[in-house]
């Protein structure tokens, strides 16, 4: 491979790998698919013409992939259970992690696999596409220009929904809802999204506490179908969220100041990948004897050059490379996994147990 190429090796063959793999076949920075391992070696083939990645060689095994030398990152979309094997296995190579979400199934586990990364010298970064977004950084300029005359004030509370109604055959045989494989069910999938909306929000400040509420909906393996929950910051402020795999799409977000909002209703996955757009809102009130609200509504509007999951891969690509140039791993990729993974894992500890409160240790 040129120099100028960084190679992606994917183990396994799962949907969302496939769209990755076309992400990467976008990167302008020179990311490449040069390796796919699955269990099933026409899998892998199949995966690659599917993707059409034609730089990369089909392997039968996950292990192969590793032995790639033209193989400088991975992609780690396996069940969650098995994140911290193959975590082992990538960092001891000496080769840099891109890891689904959720990181892991315990706080413990998550401690793990960033210790053993950070010993190896690796760059870990989870797949949370929309934090790598045009938009998103529009939206922090607008959340950081809270204090200005025209802002939204200093930031009270977040609000945000992400949920899909899966059907019949996903409720009984997806990963997402066995306990074995990705056991946080509902609540590692797209109540990652939510926590990490939310810490987002506040700067990834650590709150101090959370609470499930009532009705948690779990299968009869014990794997959450819906959670909502309250976190908690200091000073009284808050996020509320809902997850679920059992009503209609909806991934709304909201944040909101003493005198105006940023939402929009489209945060995880935006309704077209070239253009995305959010509101902001301020001079919140009613008219005179409150006939009418007015609240005035801007909506921005951002021209996306490439869709967020390329974006993504960029930055994965941009932190590896600075690692393989001789600077250390970006330790912000790292840090928020952990913070996530913690505030979702108490969420899940609240749920089990009656929606108590749950105080986060840091």
Request: proline letters at 4%; a negative charge.
């Amino acid at each position: 491979m040129g120099d100028a190429t960084f190679g992606i090796g994917i183990l396994g063959a799962a949907a969302i790998a496939k769209k990755n793999a076309r992400a990467i076949a976008k990167c302008r920075n020179g990311a490449v698919v040069v390796a796919v391992g699955s269990r099933d070696l026409q899998k892998a083939k199949d995966f690659i013409q599917e993707t059409s990645s034609d730089s990369a060689k089909p392997y039968g095994s996950y292990d192969e992939v590793l032995e790639d030398e033209n193989v400088h990152g991975v992609y780690i979309p396996l069940p969650t259970s098995l994140h911290l094997e193959w975590v082992k296995k990538v960092a001891h190579k000496g080769k840099h992690i891109l890891l689904e979400k959720p990181i892991a199934l315990t706080p413990e586990v998550t401690d793990d696999i960033l210790s053993i990364c950070q010993k190896a010298n690796v760059q870990l970064m989870d797949g949370t596409m929309w934090s790598h977004s045009d938009r998103a950084r529009r939206m922090e300029e607008a959340i950081a220009a809270r204090l200005e005359p025209s802002g939204m004030g200093p930031l009270k509370a977040v609000t945000c929904t992400f949920c899909f109604a899966g059907d019949a055959a996903f409720l009984a045989n997806d990963i997402r809802v066995k306990k074995g494989l990705d056991g946080l069910g509902c609540l590692g999938d797209m109540g990652w999204y939510c926590v990490r909306a939310s810490l987002w929000a506040y700067n990834f400040e650590k709150p101090v506490s959370v609470s499930a509420h009532a009705g948690p909906l779990f299968n009869s393996e014990g794997v959450l179908l819906h959670v909502g929950a309250t976190i908690i910051w200091s000073d009284g402020r808050r996020a509320n969220f809902q997850c679920g795999f059992d009503q209609a799409l909806t991934q709304y977000l909201e944040i909101a100041g003493t005198h105006g909002t940023v939402r929009l209703d489209d945060f995880v996955v935006p309704y077209r990948p070239d253009k995305a757009s959010f509101l902001v809102t301020n001079n919140h009130g009613f008219t005179e004897m409150d006939l009418s609200v007015k609240t005035e509504t801007e909506e921005r509007v951002v021209n996306l050059d490439v869709p967020q999951e390329v974006r993504m891969w960029e930055d994965f690509t941009d932190c590896s490379r600075h690692v393989l140039q001789g600077e250390h791993p970006n330790a912000h990729w790292p840090n928020i996994a952990l913070l996530t993974q913690k505030v979702v894992c108490a969420v899940e500890q609240s749920a089990l147990d009656g929606c108590k409160t749950v105080k986060i240790h840091w």
